[in-house]
């Protein structure tokens, strides 16, 4: 699952100066919690918040207690620094396609229903869970790995 991206955070800007210390602060927040089992729920889909961009996704259906707990130690790290915690509520998801604009009033139950056809039709022979050993940010041109013990 390298490919898939899953946020635990808003897109922040960090100070070049703040790059370590930041990484160190999350790395140990991080570090405490266990690694678990993910997997994908239902379609659904989103707008950006700036609602230029909708993006067809899929929610997660398991493994959303502890992406809640890591986002709570990323939000505490993040506010250290000043920076915005994640979207309260979450919604944790992945995203699969998207296209300009908001979709959202466009876009029927029944194509949503078919999308979910389509994903448990096209998955059936995949692994339908994986396991979350540990979290990766990209800052800047960099990436950086946290461990979850």
């Given at each position: 699952m390298?490919?898939?991206?899953?946020?635990?955070?808003?897109?922040?800007?960090?100070?070049?100066?703040?790059?370590?210390?930041?990484?160190?602060?999350l790395s140990q927040r991080l570090a405490e919690l266990p690694q678990f089992i993910c997997a994908f729920g239902k379609p659904r889909v989103y707008v950006n918040d700036e609602a230029t961009r909708s993006f067809v996704s899929l929610t997660i259906g398991q493994g959303v207690k502890e992406l809640e707990d890591i986002v709570k130690e990323v939000d505490l790290a993040l506010n250290e620094f000043n920076l915005p915690p994640f979207y309260k509520p979450a919604s944790f998801h992945v995203s699969i396609g998207w296209c300009l604009g908001n979709i959202t009033k466009d876009i029927s139950t029944e194509a949503l229903s078919n999308l979910e056809r389509c994903f448990?039709?096209?998955?059936?022979?995949?692994?339908?869970?994986?396991?979350?050993?540990?979290?990766?940010?990209?800052?800047?041109n960099k990436c950086f790995a946290f461990p979850l013990s």
């Open positions: 390298d490919i898939l991206h899953l946020s635990v955070s808003k897109t922040v800007t960090l100070k070049y100066h703040w790059i370590r210390p930041f990484t160190e602060l448990l039709e096209h998955f059936s022979s995949l692994k339908p869970s994986w396991n979350v050993t540990k979290l990766c940010s990209k800052i800047g």
